[in-house]
């Protein structure tokens, strides 16, 4: 019996064992390769992907799960790159080797969609699932900020213009001279 | 091991020598000959971006369209190496920033490493090797697309200037684009002197700078290797004898054949390699094998027995790394002795992208697709395991997802290959995170032995240090006097004024593989050099930053770091209340970084918590401080995540953790404010991807003395260390 489901809004149609993870379905018979393989237990993150909205853990999830449900990968988040996750992503520099990325943006993405404005506190509960081991968190953290302005630009003062130099996180330079 | 004898060796003896003079001359030799290799490269390649590129030298190529594609020679890893080279060369360039793309370089000698002799990215090379090379490749470029543009207008090239991809004759007002003449450029002859910019006129070096890469690390478009897709290509996983050093004794493949897509089950050198038409169905097989295994030698060995070892052998003494004063006599005169013992264990990579690689071999050709930070060593393992000559096998270097060291090896590669040679079609091979965990190359455990002697003031005067742990350079080659220097470097350094000084090696071998992890030696040495002079300053009652800096008199960059990580952090000042400090300074890979870190403990829970991280860092000059920030913050993370989670054990011959769940990396909830400032300096730059690792588990252990009274002596920190 062949499993339907709607995969970045189109119908899809599959004919693979039921108890496929839904993450080798994507990557390897799809070829959609933007969601990674990190763990196949839940535990890094790195495969999530959204179900009916919410963020899931695509390496444990049977394809056979899906069925009837809206799928939405990394892939189809946006066309352009212009959700504000994206975007805020682009602006600040977020990704290090990026492997992390697909399953840090769509856990980014499912946390907004809910909660306009998180706290510090709520991101980091939000994106407890999401093991970067390059360490992108600081930069993370500021991204959701800045997208959940991009976002809902009318409820708080956006910066004033998208990309601008002022966004992105450097080291400082020490004073000449230095120490004491 | 797995044939990386040549590079290794030269990586060591190079490390030995320090710095290798020689780039200049070695640009002015192979940028003619290059041009030549490089168009043969550039067919091969099949690049369909190539279409009227014109090659002006291995790294520079001018499209019509004003297109600037920099081949980048370096494995991208996270460390942003793609955006700092294509930084570099650019500047000298003066291209458009806009019209800057990247491309990873083939397999070939032009693109050797000299730290290495060999195409590889590690040791903190990337940049500093490649500074001089790619400003003059760079320069070497715009000095020929203005004289074509000289030429071309029938005006001396000394009144031509080039401006943001343009050249322009200013007497005449005329401009041309450098697409324009770009063809003409590519007849031009190589400049054989290449005069560089006054670094007061750089315009993209030194300002931060967004990656190039950014942009497809958000769609996921980025290719990683794990992402390689080849026509008619299966999927393969292996199953490897759980003890080091075991082997296949049998195995049954019916139950595994049975499944419906296993196309194949084929013992190869790693283990028994199932191949099917996905990797699920590959890991399904694999499950369903029967391994008998011959466990080897190693199969008794636990964490206990090789803790014994080490502490047996620092019994005794070692090979001499370095020996000032008379440390052995003046150590009775001292008005106090004190002695420590400081270990710490394996530790896995963990990479977030697993180890994979692609191969399609024929009996041609070899074709390798690789997140390999060593492109020279993956070509020679697929040469030797194909028995083609070196220049047939192709080696498609992907975006690493991590490296920290791990993809220096080629264990991934020889996997690779050996099956789409036993299947006769491309294969990809993933690791399993379980694969990945425990079947590393480890950073070392190691054991070290202090005895110190301070005088009646409280000062040291007699400092005596015996390493004793596994060799990664023994990997490559017979050591000379069992001695490898990378297992006591950083300790051998100490750059406190101590007059008598003893630092002695003794070889351990546990039977345990182990590698390059980022920071290599300086991870654990650095902890044990700078947690035993904080102890000493507590020994002696001094204030663990005046005793530092009152011992680092003359050591002006380790103190210039010192001091304004501490003016920085407010040291000297009480701390909020409930919160403790403690610092640490280590020069690694030519650089020099302190860090004061600010903790707080629940004695109660036995937890901590790390608030803040402020960071001093001198590594020459800087090409793009928005990723120096990156990579501290970075190796602030990993080195926490060492500290206070990482920990290999053995038993029974056999790694106990197997992913993410027991072996813990650091969430997003622990992640500390960190602070960084940089010494402004005017050296050639060094690479900034690991010195700022070392001194985090020294001043996160400091910090704990402070809260605490309680030395950490032992990594990781364990709960009752905070009771």
């Known amino acids: ?42 535990l890094c993150g790195a495969c999530t992907v959204h179900i009916n909205g919410e963020a899931v853990r695509s390496c444990v999830t049977p394809v ?38 697909s399953g840090q943006i769509m856990s980014a993405a499912a946390l907004l969609a809910k909660n306009p404005h998180p706290s510090d506190a709520e991101i980091d509960d939000a994106m407890r699932g999401n093991i970067c081991r390059c360490g992108t968190y600081h930069r993370i953290r500021l991204a959701i900020q800045r997208a959940a302005r991009l976002k809902y630009p009318q409820a708080k003062s956006a910066k004033a213009r998208a990309g601008g130099a002022e966004l992105l996180p450097t080291a400082q330079f020490a004073a000449q001279g230095g120490g004491k | 091991m797995n044939g990386c004898e040549s590079q290794h060796i030269n990586r060591r003896s190079f490390l030995k020598r320090g710095t290798l003079g020689a780039t200049g001359l070695l640009i002015g030799f192979y940028l003619p000959e290059l041009r030549q290799a490089h168009a043969a490269d550039s067919v091969r390649s099949n690049s369909a971006a190539s279409g009227g590129r014109v090659t002006l030298n291995a790294w520079i190529h001018v499209s019509a369209d004003d297109t600037v594609t920099i081949f980048i020679d370096k494995s991208e890893m996270g460390q942003s190496v793609l955006t700092g080279l294509a930084m570099i060369a650019a500047d000298e360039l003066e291209c458009d920033w806009q ?17 290495f002799g060999a195409q590889g990215t590690g040791a903190s090379t990337a940049t500093r090797t490649s500074w001089e090379p790619l400003r003059k490749a760079g320069a070497a470029a715009r000095m020929m697309l203005l004289r074509a543009a000289a030429q071309k207008w029938g005006v001396e090239p000394s009144e031509c200037r080039a401006e943001k991809g343009a050249i322009l004759h200013a007497p005449t007002g005329r401009r041309t684009s450098y697409g324009s003449v770009s063809q003409a450029a590519g007849k031009i002859p190589v400049p054989q002197e290449i005069p560089l910019k006054d670094p007061r006129d750089f315009r993209i070096i030194g300002k931060p700078t967004r990656r190039l890469d950014t942009p497809d690390k958000v769609n996921g478009r980025a290719e990683f290797g794990i992402d390689v897709r080849r026509e008619n290509m299966l999927y393969a996983v292996v199953a490897r004898c759980p003890v080091f050093g075991g082997k296949v004794a049998s195995f049954d ?21 199932v191949v099917a038409d996905n990797s699920w169905t590959a890991m399904e097989g694999r499950r369903a094998l029967d391994v008998k295994w011959d466990e080897g030698p190693n199969a008794a060995a636990t964490s206990e027995t090789i803790r014994k070892l080490f502490a047996e052998r620092a019994s005794r003494p070692g090979h001499i790394a370095r020996k000032d004063g ?18 710490v264990p394996f530790l896995a990579h963990a990479t977030m992208e697993p180890q994979n690689c692609t191969a399609d071999v024929t009996a041609q050709r070899c074709d390798v697709w690789a997140p390999t930070q060593n492109q020279t060593n993956a070509q020679k393992t697929a040469a030797d395991i194909t028995g083609l000559d070196p220049s047939k096998v192709f080696v498609h270097t992907t975006f690493l997802g991590g490296g920290f060291g791990r993809r220096f090896e080629s264990d991934y590669v020889a996997d690779a290959v ?30 070290a032995k202090f005895t110190a002697g301070l005088d009646a003031d409280g000062w040291p005067t007699v400092w005596m240090n015996r390493i004793a742990c596994p060799s990664i350079m023994g990997r490559f080659g017979p050591l000379k006097d069992n001695f490898d220097a990378r297992s006591v470097e950083i300790c051998d350094a100490v750059p406190y004024a101590i007059p008598n000084i003893l630092v002695d090696y003794q070889l351990a071998e546990a039977g345990i593989p182990v590698g390059f992890w980022r920071s290599v030696g300086a991870s654990q040495n650095g902890f044990f050099l700078e947690s035993f002079i904080d102890e000493l300053a507590a020994e002696g009652n001094k204030d663990p930053y005046e005793l530092r800096r009152h011992l680092l008199r003359n050591a002006p960059r380790h103190l210039r770091v010192l001091e304004t990580a501490a003016e920085k952090a407010g040291w000297g000042t009480p701390p909020p209340a409930g919160r403790f400090r ?68 053995i038993d029974r011959g056999r790694v106990q953790q197997s992913n993410f769940h027991d072996y813990q990396m650091l969430r997003i909830a622990d992640m500390p404010v960190v602070d960084v400032y940089i010494i402004p300096s005017e050296l050639a730059p060094t690479g900034t991807g690991e010195f700022a690792v070392p001194p985090v588990a020294p001043a996160l252990c400091n910090a704990i003395f402070a809260a605490t009274r309680r030395r950490i002596r032992r990594l990781p920190v364990r709960p009752e260390d905070l009771a």
């Not at chain 2, 493949?253 to 390699?273: C, D, L, T, Y």
């Not at chain 2, 299947?423 to 480890?442: C, L, M, N």
């Open chain 2, 326 to 343: 008379d440390p052995e006599a003046q150590i009775e005169h001292a008005a106090r002795k004190i002695e420590a013992v400081y270990e």
């Open chain 2, 253 to 273: 493949a019916s139950k595994a054949k049975a499944i419906p897509g296993v196309k194949h089950v084929a013992q190869i050198s790693s283990g028994v390699a």
């Open chain 1, 64 to 101: 056979s799960s899906v069925a009837g449900k809206q799928v939405v990968t990394i892939e189809g988040l946006s066309e352009d790159r212009s959700h504000p996750v994206q975007r805020a992503w682009i602006e600040l520099d977020v990704p290090q080797c990026g492997y992390c990325q």
């Open chain 2, 582 to 649: 403690g610092l640490a300074v280590v020069s690694s890979y030519f650089g020099y970084v302190a860090h004061v870190i600010e903790i707080s403990v629940d004695r109660s829970k036995r937890s901590l918590n790390v608030h803040r991280v402020v960071c001093a860092l001198d590594c020459g000059r800087v090409v793009n401080p928005s990723s120096i920030d990156a990579q501290v913050k970075s190796s602030v993370v990993y080195g926490l995540t060492a500290a206070l989670h990482g920990e290999i054990t």
């Open chain 1, 1 to 42: 019996m062949p499993i339907e489901f709607t995969l970045n809004g189109k119908p899809q149609r599959v004919n693979v064992a039921p108890n496929m993870p839904l993450l080798w379905f994507l990557r390897d018979t799809l070829g959609m390769t933007g969601t990674k393989f990190g763990c196949g237990m839940a």
């Open chain 2, 99 to 115: 019209k800057v793309r990247t491309e990873f370089a083939p397999a070939d000698k032009v693109y050797f490493n000299p730290q």
């Open chain 2, 418 to 447: 050996e099956v789409s040679k036993a299947a006769g079609k491309p294969v990809k091979v993933t690791w399993s995170r379980e694969d990945d965990i425990q079947h590393d190359f480890y950073r070392t455990a190691s054991y």
